[in-house]
C-alpha cells in the first residue's frame, strides 16, 4: 500500500525553529548585556566600580586653585571641562613630578599644563576594555562619560583591581 506524504513534513529535512523572543528592553543595560551574550554577573562593567566624586575645574583655573581643590576635598586628580566638553585631566602626580608645574607661578592657568590627550571610557563599557585603554595610555585615572557624553565619574587603576 502507498502513501501518499504530501501534507507531511518530509522527516529528512531539519527542522528549523527561529528565535522569536525579544530583547527583554526593560532596562537599556540589560538589553546591550545580552547583546553582547553576557549573564548577570559575567562580566563588571566601569560603574560597578568607578568614582562618582568627581572634581572638575575649566582650563581657565589657576595652578593654585587646582592645587587647593585637591587638598581640600582630598582627590589626587582634577578633570577639566570646557562647557560640555572634555579638555584634559591634572593629577597630583603630575604636579609633583612636573619640574614646570612646580617652578609655575600659582596663578598661572591648568590649561598649559594639563593632559590634554587623555582617552575617556562609557560607564556601561566592560571593565577589561576600559583597563587595557588605562594601560595603553599610562594613565592611572580615566573620566567616565555616560551615552550623552555627560561626566559621571573616574575610573581608578587602584581601585579598578579590587
Known sequence: MVTNRSNEADPR????MEATRPAAGIYLESTRNEQMSLLPGDVKQVKDVM????????????????AG??????????????????????????????????NAPPNATIERFMNTSVPSCHDDDVLTDALDVMRVARLEWLPVLDRRHR?????????AHL
Not at 77 to 83: I, T
Not at 151 to 159: D, E, N, P, R
Open 51 to 66: 568614582t562618582t566624586n568627581v572634581t572638575t575645574a575649566t582650563p581657565r583655573t589657576s595652578l593654585g586653585e587646582a
Open 151 to 159: 561626566l559621571v565619574g573616574v575610573l581608578s587603576k587602584y581601585t
Open 69 to 102: 581643590l585637591m587638598k581640600k576635598l582630598d582627590v589626587p586628580v582634577v578633570v577639566v571641562f570646557d562647557g560640555a566638553r572634555l579638555r584634559g585631566m591634572l593629577t597630583a602626580r603630575d604636579m609633583g613630578l612636573n619640574q614646570s608645574i612646580r
Open 13 to 16: 529535512r531539519p527542522i528549523t
